[in-house]
């Protein structure tokens, strides 16, 4: 299987995107929460730099973020730095839109999006509007580059997988592990990467819980965000939300809450955090095992049509990259 590496957008990403090639890693992407992580683009076109092979990832931007034209050019401009090495990855921006306190784009807005997406960066024309007002658009700067961009559509449902399908775009998805939902969402022909944390367990490692923890709070900052998904979880994943929400300061329904629940999202968990990291919360998100175990489990993820491992360290990059490579070597 292909591996890849995925972190926040900030400064030293180059010299990490310069590692992750030299370690013969497929890919590097950065997160696009601008609440919470600096601009990937930005951070991106220093990787794009220092890199020559590698592909380049934002996982994953969506349309509430920035309007078509705008990601467009945004997105040609990094293809020109690094010409067919670019993945544009499209979601409805759960995490973007809840740090805004607002709610995710629509199915339907994300298909329209990454279609123009699609086309604008092909050198085609593409519909653009504005309230009632429509017109077709057209980069005028600079021709289609002759490399095309890469699309990969988030989903961890059917519906926007199959809008990956109708658009003929990848999938990426977060801490799924289930193959059986794998083989059901993923469509013909396409390309799929699976983000998500791993950890090899031996008596010299860190604690599992701090190589996974940030993993595990995204679900439990979703769930602080979203009662009716906290409810459907067990007992002990429900006190743990509710622990979750204390440390924040915030209830469920805070007006402000999500000025407090993302804080530190998708980095290094602190201490007092730890208790939340629920092994049976590891286990559903996280890759955590022996050396065979993972083996073994990342065999299955493969035959369940996952072509792409995407792993984001957080203790000891560097070091948490080169045994990511060894392990898949």
Known sequence: MRTGIVLPAGPGVDDLAARAEELGLHSFWLYDTPMVHGDPFVFLSLCAKATSRIKLGIGVTS????????????????NALAPGRIICGIGTGNTARRTLGMRPSSVAT?????????????????????????RSVQFLHTAAAPDPIEFVVAALGPKAAAVAGRLGTGLISFGLLDPAAWRALRPTGSKSYLITALHVLSDADHDARDATGHVVLSLLAFAADNPAFAAQLGPLEQEAVRTFLALRGTTSASPDRHKALYRGYLQRIAPQERDLVLPSLMNDLTLVGTRDELVARIATLEQAGVDELVIQPVIDPPAEM????????
Do not use: I
């Open 110 to 134: 994300l298909e329209n999006f990454t279609a123009t997406l699609q086309d604008l960066c092909a050198g085609r024309s593409a519909g653009y509007r504005e309230g009632d007002r429509v």
């Open 322 to 329: 080169a045994r990511l490579a060894s392990l898949l070597a």
């Open 63 to 78: 349309p509430s973020l920035r309007s078509a034209p705008a990601a467009a050019s945004a997105f040609a401009s990094l």
